[in-house]
């Protein structure tokens, strides 16, 4: 059972439609409709983008993270060379 348990089944869900379409009229739910769907299909195209950004800086931050290893292991090696000299 949810936080209500019984307490909304669908009769209490048919009354709180009608409530909404007495309030805000039959004309303006479509318009409503619209909005929100308009709202949705950009808060998707944007949770994309931020997940394309994440992908993008995590490659960046592999890709700098390989740089340094190439960089730096040739001189540990060079260090440990002239360590044991």
């Avoid at 909304?8 to 009608?18: D, E």
């Avoid at 998707?44 to 960046?60: L, N, S, Y």
């Amino acid at each position: 059972m949810g936080i209500f348990g019984n307490a909304f089944t669908g009769w209490h869900l048919l009354a709180i439609v009608l409530v909404v379409l007495v309030l805000f009229g039959a004309t303006k739910l479509p318009v409503f409709a619209k909005g929100l769907g308009q709202s949705i299909k950009i808060f998707r195209k944007e949770m994309t983008d931020v997940q394309d950004d994440i992908a993008k800086d995590r490659a960046e931050r592999s890709a700098e993270h390989l740089d340094r290893e190439t960089v730096t292991t040739p001189d540990q090696q060079t260090r440990r060379a002239s360590e044991d000299r």
